[in-house]
């Protein structure tokens, strides 16, 4: 199974304002970070699970449009890959399985039975008291006191993770956040009328280039989708997981918490098979989602011995692989 996000789970807050009729959940975010939200319907043992929203700092987005008739809503909430330090998320204790891309999984049971690029997340129950529509907000801790001041925290905390020099991440107007602001606005050429969802945007991919999330993360530079899988040391054998499906242009984060290993080891197929990433190191595979432990023996327990390639980690807590249609990519 996937490692869980290593972030601190923090359960989200539910408003008792009423979303138009319109709008059946809307997600709120009163936090300083850009979260990246999926939510789940429950229907008897079954379930739909689809992601992700992205609700800026201070706004609102619609989750889910349809008039809420299912049994139960659950949510979940991450922060954008963008920031520098821990990845936070915003949850409870209902384990159901996600992507890191775009996704609607259906499941008729409740198992959290996720592998390969599918990985469990701890959701939290939404309290609709029986309401068509509903509006939940996501709160951090210590609580911003409106929509508007998560905003400029917001706007503070990427600023910073942009290199400028924020003397505190707080709601509180001041001349070194106005100067680095218009600095920033300046350098990404915004015109009059580029408000705070280009601002927002821009922020993110800005202090995405600059910083490396903790984790392993694979992007894919390649000109098609990509399948990867990974290998790293357990204890004192090794255990091999696949595989991740990654977009042209996307990346996945693989393992989520701090690495403390000195090398992972990849591996990338190209569509339809064959090898875009390999090396001299066996480890075993399967043509489905799969973890398995130990490299020895594949064949006999009934796996293929596939050749990977090492990427040292040195000794950083966090590292970004590319991949081109050469293979690994020099960065």
Known sequence: MRRLLAALAVLAASSALAAPAQAALKLCNRTSYILYAATSSVAGSGSTTQGWTRIAPGDCQIAIPEKLKAQSYLVYARSALAYSGPQHAWGGDFALCVKDSNFTINRKDRLPNCTGDVFPVPFATVQTHNRPDWTMTFDDQPQLASLEAAQLTGVKRLLKDNGYKIAAIDAKPDKTTGAALNDFRKKMRFSDRDGNTELFAALETEAGKRGTPQGYTVCNDAKAEVTAAIGEAAGADYISRGWWRI?????????????????????????????????????????????????????????????????????????????????LAAR
């Open 247 to 327: 977009a042209d242009g996307a990346c996945a984060r693989i393992i989520t918490e701090p690495l403390k290993q000195a090398t992972v080891w990849l591996s990338v197929q190209k569509p339809g098979g064959g090898a875009l990433v390999s090396g001299p190191d066996q480890f075993c595979v399967s043509g489905e989602a799969f973890e398995i432990k130990g490299r020895r023996d594949c064949v006999p327990r009934g796996f293929t011995a596939s050749g990977f390639a090492r990427t040292p980690t040195h000794g950083k807590s966090g590292s970004i692989v590319h991949v081109d249609e050469n293979g």
